[in-house]
């Protein structure tokens, strides 16, 4: 079971987020992937941001990024840090961060043009990996796919990673706690936390 499940799920109660947050750490994905970059999937993989909620409590390191030439991932590593943080998201050290980012850029020669494609790996502090986002694009056709790669291209492309990755870390349960500290109401129920006041005698509870 996926973030992306829970959240899209209907609002749940004070018991049942705890149950649905011991079936995630236990769907996890175990295994640090440590050998040669994924092919990136041909869709777009990506999850909807969680309305009013943000990202902004769940930190973020981006660890890496293989693949292009060092120029190109230095270019896209800055756009993507300046975009996620528009989008609110926190950026840390990767010994500080709740999460890192390890993410794979990839441009390939194919029929008319040039596919440029990434796959983007988010890990916990346990080194689990728990989301992969996946996105790709195509561009003018060049005798170097990494020329074909213009600074917009580069640009617009890092921004959609970082949108996607905002997106994922609205919904994590760092996020929601965050969320919920900061408004004083549950952010899963959407209600104001229940009041600490005792009831008075009798048992009937103080009404404001």
């Known amino acids: 079971m996926s ?16 149950f649905a947050a011991s079936l995630l750490c236990g769907c996890l994905d175990t295994a640090v992937e440590k050998g040669a970059p994924p092919v990136a ?11 009013g909620i943000s990202p902004h409590g769940a930190s973020l390191a981006f660890a890496s990024l293989d693949g292009p030439p060092e120029a190109v991932s230095e270019r896209f590593r800055e756009q993507f840090d ?26 390939s020669p194919t ?3 040039t596919r440029l ?20 694009t195509g561009l003018k056709p060049d ?13 617009a492309f890092a921004d959609r990673g970082a949108e996607d990755v905002a997106a994922f870390l609205s919904n994590t349960p760092e996020a929601f706690a965050a969320a919920e500290k ?21 048992g009937v509870a103080q009404v404001r």
Do not use: F
């Not at 041909?42 to 909807?48: E, F, N, T, V």
């Not at 975009?83 to 980012?101: C, G, N």
């Open 111 to 113: 029929q008319g043009g």
């Open 182 to 202: 900061d408004s004083g109401v549950s952010v899963v129920a959407g209600q104001p936390k229940a009041s600490e006041d005792k009831p008075k005698a009798g």
């Open 41 to 51: 999937a041909a869709s777009h993989l990506r999850i909807s941001a969680r309305p």
């Open 82 to 107: 300046k975009s996620a943080q528009s989008r609110d998201v926190a950026l840390a050290k990767p010994e500080a961060a709740q999460y890192r980012l390890r993410g794979y850029l990839t441009a």
């Open 143 to 155: 005798a170097n796919p990494w020329d074909a790669l213009d600074e917009r291209s580069l640009a």
């Open 117 to 136: 494609a990434y796959v983007l790996d988010v890990y916990d502090r346990q080194g689990r990996r728990v989301q992969r986002l996946t996105d790709e």
């Open 3 to 18: 973030l992306e499940t829970v959240a899209r799920r209907r609002p749940l109660g004070g018991m049942e987020v705890a």
